[in-house]
């Protein structure tokens, strides 16, 4: 499982660093490719648009892969091993203390009450 995540997690970086790559290398809308190699290298290799498409195309694939990996990253670290929040977990762990019925009163369910101090602290809070 941990080979599995580490494959996953240097996947992630290379599709990172293909956008970042690939972003920088991709001009605004008005120039294209050819522009920055000279005049005639516009139609070398991809085209006059051909590179667009293909630049682009790379960066979508790119991206895909990296957001994939993102999300297969996040279920392996959550393992599916706690479906609860954290704050569930926390009220089972100390339950609230209820306030016991005063002579003639009522008492009101579910009121949390602050814990007495301990009789040594109370003897010697007189004492003094």
């Known amino acids: 499982m941990q080979f599995f995540a580490n494959l996953v997690l240097v996947v992630q970086l290379l599709s990172a660093i293909a956008i970042i790559g690939l972003v920088l290398v991709q001009q605004g809308k008005g120039a294209d490719m050819g522009a920055s190699f000279g005049s005639g290298a516009s139609g070398s290799l991809f085209g006059a648009t051909g590179s667009a498409n293909f630049l682009s195309r790379s960066t979508a694939i790119a991206a895909t892969l990296f957001f994939g990996c993102t999300l297969g990253l996040a279920f392996l670290s959550n393992g599916g091993v706690n479906t609860s929040s954290g704050s569930d977990t926390a009220l089972e762990r100390a339950p609230a ?32």
């Open 97 to 128: 203390a209820v306030a016991p019925a005063a002579s003639g009163a009522a008492a009101i369910p579910g009121a949390i009450v602050a814990p007495a101090a301990p009789a040594s602290a109370a003897a010697s809070a007189a004492a003094n």
